[in-house]
């Protein structure tokens, strides 16, 4: 049995660096920052973990963000118009399980996930992942072995593309569960 906790997030953005400017306290998803923010270009996490973004809904580079304090988000991460949208990811308790596909709608060669896996190439001999099925757990995606480059939040259901998910041109090599340590 698997449980997944909704209520242990809270991050609150400011539209200046270093914690300064108008500020939004928000404890669960937020697809459009600009109703509360003109800008977001410094973060404190008080709780739980966040994937924060660098367009609104959801939509382009993200980053994974846990309990801390962000003073120069912009320039810190690379991200050159700042947190647009962000989504609270909620904590998981009990087993993870993903299938990968090496192309778009599922086709190509499968493999199925239980763990952590650092490169898919050295593994299961996968050129490509390009589509996933998130059955149980929350899981980072990254564009490099090792867990580098940029990353990707899948949540439980069919990801048939990740270009849908605004990640053109990124192959996902690696994959890691988030466990409790948010």
């Known amino acids: 049995m698997t449980t997944t906790d909704m209520s242990m997030g809270k991050i609150i953005l400011f539209e200046e660096r270093n914690f300064q400017g108008r500020s939004y306290e928000c404890m669960s998803d937020c697809p459009d920052m600009s109703s509360y923010l003109s800008r977001c270009q410094s973060c404190r996490v008080e709780s739980g973990c966040f994937m924060v973004y660098e367009r609104p809904n959801f939509m382009g580079n993200q980053h994974f963000m846990r309990r801390g304090e962000y003073s120069d988000y912009v ?34 060669q499968m493999n199925e996930l239980s763990d952590d896996c650092e490169n898919i190439m050295e593994r299961y001999r996968m050129s490509d992942c390009m589509s996933a099925q998130v059955m149980d757990g929350h899981w980072l995606m990254y564009e490099q072995p090792n867990y580098r480059g940029k990353m990707m939040y899948l949540r439980h259901g069919e990801h048939r593309s990740f270009r849908d998910l605004g990640m053109s041109g990124t192959r996902f090599m690696s994959m890691k569960r988030i466990i409790d340590m948010c």
């Not at 050159?80 to 949208?85: A, H």
């Open 75 to 108: 320039s810190m991460m690379g991200m050159s118009s700042g947190i647009k949208s962000c989504r609270m990811i909620p904590m998981h308790r009990g087993q993870f399980r993903m299938k990968i596909y090496e192309r778009e709608n599922f086709s190509g």
